[in-house]
């Protein structure tokens, strides 16, 4: 019998999931040398048949991506059959979660204010220390300090909210050279209109919403006051857009090569890939990142993916001339690709279109959420072959499959809604049908 975990973070136990490995990455997915040298040697040592790998999504340290991490895999051990011996890899990398963003069944992060959204437009202590993490030096630090004066102040006059959103867009600029301007973008390249166009424009439109996830910064006073919950929402878009470009890096130059070591030191391995949020991203982009021989991956599940619907697409249907960034690599899989989507999820079903919109594109509000939509919140479109079924049911062997799981990830208060819903025992179940996985 697997063992007993000492107290969770919200207070209860879990079940020990093992042999369990780390992989941790950088920003720019360096890989952690040692780490990926005991997983190499420890699955062939412990004669894992199946091996889970896990990315988180946004998040806010280790410590929380662990607990997320034996919360999901707890499950695992009663499932799988005898003849199965698992293995459980997560996989650390540097994100950032705003700590008024609740998760179900984990205490909430310290934050003042009501449930869900902070009683003012601030950048609280909290807040501000992760920032710092995922943004680090003393030039950052300066314009983290000077965001934080201006939410406090909340001025009336109009440049202090172009000010505030060229501090954002400095804030999450990547240097030139860097690798991560390959990974901006899932359908072409181009900044996203919310770090580019007219500041009260963009706050007026996340201020709205904000208010359709059930958050009311009108209550606050003024027009201009309300604004600058939408300056604050920008902060919030602009950190997970950097998240977002940062999960394509590390999947792509860190996990996807690290697969094809794996695969190469333990052939006989069996692979299953899951991610959550840009989690589900970044494993994405680690099927483009592996040697085109490896055949070790035998499904990838992605749980409300934070990346675009017609990532996978041959061609997009607003420019037949591209597709998707994506596109094929769910032929790298031998198995199904698997997305699971819930409409509940607000993060990705209100906010993700607004932030995703790139500048100079002319959809309108009225096709705004067809365009730039969410995977894990409408599933995969615009792929060849690409089917949709209901949770439980019979998944194909091979392919792209789009799961509608609203009727179980729906818990979850605003501004995101059910988009950290995941640690279900039937989420398990989707994992072990994609990857053929015997279970008892």
């Known amino acids: 019998m697997p063992r007993i975990w000492p107290p969770a973070p919200d207070g209860g136990t879990m079940v020990v999931v093992e042999p369990y490995w780390e992989l941790t990455f950088d920003a720019d997915g360096d890989v952690d040398a040692a780490q990926r040298d005991r997983l190499l040697s420890g699955a ?4 894992v048949t199946d091996l889970l790998v896990f990315a988180h999504g946004w998040n806010n340290d280790q410590r929380r991506a662990r607990a997320l991490y034996r919360r999901f895999f707890t499950p695992f051990a009663a499932l799988a059959g005898p003849e199965v011996r698992l293995g459980y890899v997560g996989v650390l990398w540097p994100a950032v979660r705003f700590p008024d963003e609740r998760i179900p069944d984990f205490e909430p992060s310290a934050a003042p204010g009501m449930p869900g959204a902070p009683a003012a437009p601030a950048l609280d202590a909290p807040t501000r220390r992760l920032l710092a993490e995922v943004f680090p030096g003393p030039e950052q630090a300066a314009r983290l300090d000077r965001l934080a004066r201006l939410l406090e102040e909340r001025s009336e006059a109009r440049s202090r909210l172009d000010e505030f959103a060229r501090h954002v867009r400095d804030l999450v600029a990547v240097r030139e050279t860097s690798p991560a301007h390959e990974f901006a973008d899932d359908t072409g390249g181009g900044e996203p209109a ?3 166009d007219d500041a009260v424009e963009v706050c007026e439109v996340l201020a709205a919403a904000l208010e359709s996830t059930g958050h009311h910064p009108e209550l606050f006073g003024g027009l201009r006051k309300r604004l600058w919950h939408g300056a604050r929402e920008l902060l919030r878009q602009g950190s997970y857009y950097a998240m977002k470009r940062r999960a394509g890096a590390v999947g792509q130059l860190g996990l996807g090569p690290a697969l094809g070591l794996l695969a190469a030191d333990v052939p006989r391995l069996r692979v ?5 949020s840009f989690g589900a991203r970044l494993v994405s982009y680690a099927l483009r990142g592996m040697p085109a021989t490896v055949g070790c991956v035998k499904s ?3 749980l409300q993916g934070a990346f675009s619907h017609y990532a996978f697409s041959e061609r997009l ?7 998707g960034a994506l596109r094929g690599v769910h032929q790298r899989i031998d198995g199904p690709l698997v997305a699971c989507f819930s409409r509940h999820d607000d993060a990705l079903g209100k906010l993700y279109p607004l932030a995703s919109k790139l500048a100079g594109d002319s959809a309108s509000f009225l096709g705004l959420w067809e365009r730039w939509g969410a995977v894990g919140f409408d599933g995969i479109k615009a792929t060849d072959g690409a089917g949709r079924v209901r949770l439980g049911a019979a998944l194909p062997r091979r392919g792209c499959v789009s799961v509608d799981a ?3 990830v729906r818990r979850g208060g605003p501004p995101s809604g059910a988009h950290s819903d995941i640690c279900h025992e039937e989420l398990a179940r989707v994992v072990c049908g994609a990857g053929r996985i015997d279970v008892a």
Not at 272 to 276: N, Y
């Open 44 to 47: 062939e040592d412990e004669r």
């Open 194 to 196: 919310m770090l580019t």
């Open 272 to 276: 299953h890939l899951v991610g959550h």
């Open 300 to 302: 990838a599940t992605l």
């Open 317 to 323: 249907p607003h420019d037949r001339s591209r597709g």
């Open 406 to 408: 609203a009727a179980l």
